[in-house]
């Protein structure tokens, strides 16, 4: 099913809900109800947009605690990717390679931490993490995947692979 059809199915099944909440409440669909008048129909449809802005206020707080959404991330990462200037082949080639560097860039604070006497740097780490994330970002999109996906997969391999959180004897015991 492409996605113009799965939008209208999903905005016809919200309006068929609407409809009946409007007969639940009112006995009839709001556009038949003939003893509202004009003015209470402009105040409920107040009393909608007000709870309607409500809770996009709330959408917007919950989402900011929880940090950017796997595939926003991959959005803003893809307008500076130059996606437009390479193939899909450029673009997994960049993706996978820059994996690798950004990841020897992260183990080398560590290194330099456990193995040289410096202080471990949250702040470069962070900064490398985030190269990572960008690449990744980059090779899924070459691929025709979205971040979301990507993770979503790791997650469900990790699930049944560990149930129960990892074990080392299933580790040790399990096949490639």
């Known amino acids: 099913m492409d996605i113009k059809t799965q939008y209208q ?55 900011g605690e929880d940090g950017i959404r796997a595939d926003d991330y991959q959005r803003a990462a893809l307008r500076t990717a130059q996606a437009d200037k390479m193939d899909w082949h450029g673009l997994l080639l960049n993706g996978v390679m820059g994996l690798c560097g950004e990841a020897g860039e992260c183990i080398d604070i560590v290194k330099k931490w456990q193995y040289q006497g410096h202080e471990l740097d949250r702040d470069k780490l962070k900064l490398e ?48």
């Open 129 to 176: 993490l985030g190269d990572v994330a960008w690449y990744l970002a980059i090779a899924a999109y070459a691929c025709d995947l979205k971040l979301s996906e990507v993770l979503e997969a790791n997650v469900e391999k990790l699930r049944a692979r560990y149930p129960d959180g990892f074990d080392k004897a299933r580790s040790i015991g399990r096949e490639e």
């Open 9 to 63: 199915r999903e905005v016809e099944a919200l309006i068929e809900r609407q409809v009946e909440k409007g007969i639940e409440k009112y006995g009839t669909p709001l556009d038949q109800n003939i003893t509202l008048t004009s003015g209470q129909r402009i105040e409920h449809l107040e009393e909608e947009l007000i709870d309607a802005l409500m809770y996009c206020r709330h959408l917007d707080h919950a989402l």
